[in-house]
């Protein structure tokens, strides 16, 4: 017959609650990061900061509830009573989970997208690659940051634009992109 949660002493209580996050460390990386199915919480983001993880994700959950129970575990050892030890393990819990979400945060700020939006080439000056025939189309390319887009065209007046013209884009139309002649 095992006895319940209320007869384990605090020590084995605090060490319990410990391994019960470890688990769920191992748990959400095993799961999450190996099989790709995803953050359990983390991607359920609440906070307006537009993205990143966030303070209810699982990892920063489970790194709460493995530090608490491993400071509280401490401070029954050291002889402090439950709500001594508590308050340790609720403080200990709050620095390494703060610890954690802020090295989470670097490592999503450190993050970088090559991808290019249409709407990213409005204003910019691009070159004619396919010459563009008076009412067709034809094809241009643009610098944006570091890549090279090619992108179908067609002159905003509907005159003829030559290859390697330099071209203004004006608008965006579809797939289309609407140039005039550079000044």
């Known amino acids: ?35 790709e199915l995803g953050d359990f919480l983390g991607h359920h983001d609440i ?3 537009g993205g990143g993880p966030s303070i209810i994700s699982s990892r920063v959950i489970s790194v709460f509830v493995t530090a608490f129970g491993c400071f509280g575990a401490i401070g029954i050892e050291l002889g402090w009573g439950v709500g001594a030890s508590t308050a340790l393990g ?10 954690i979400y ?8 450190q993050q970088s997208t090559s991808q290019v939006t249409v709407s ?3 204003g910019k000056t691009a070159q004619v690659s396919v010459a ?4 067709g189309v034809g094809q241009i390319r643009c610098r944006v940051g570091d890549s090279v887009v090619e992108k179908i065209a ?4 509907g005159s003829e634009i030559s290859a390697n013209s330099l071209v203004k884009v004006e608008a965006i139309v579809g797939e ?7 000044d």
Not at 102 to 109: N, V
Not at 176 to 182: E, G, S
């Open 1 to 35: 017959m095992t006895l319940p949660l209320v007869l384990l002493s605090p020590f084995g209580s605090f060490l319990l609650i410990a391994a019960f996050g470890a688990l769920f460390i191992v748990t959400s990386f095993v799961v999450g990061e190996l099989f």
């Open 47 to 49: 906070d307006a900061h």
């Open 90 to 99: 609720l403080s200990g819990g709050v620095v390494f989970s703060a610890l």
């Open 102 to 109: 802020i090295f989470l945060r670097f490592l999503y700020s």
């Open 120 to 122: 990213s080439l409005l």
């Open 132 to 135: 563009i025939p008076k009412g």
């Open 154 to 157: 067609q002159a905003q007046d």
């Open 176 to 182: 289309t992109i609407l140039v005039r002649r550079a």
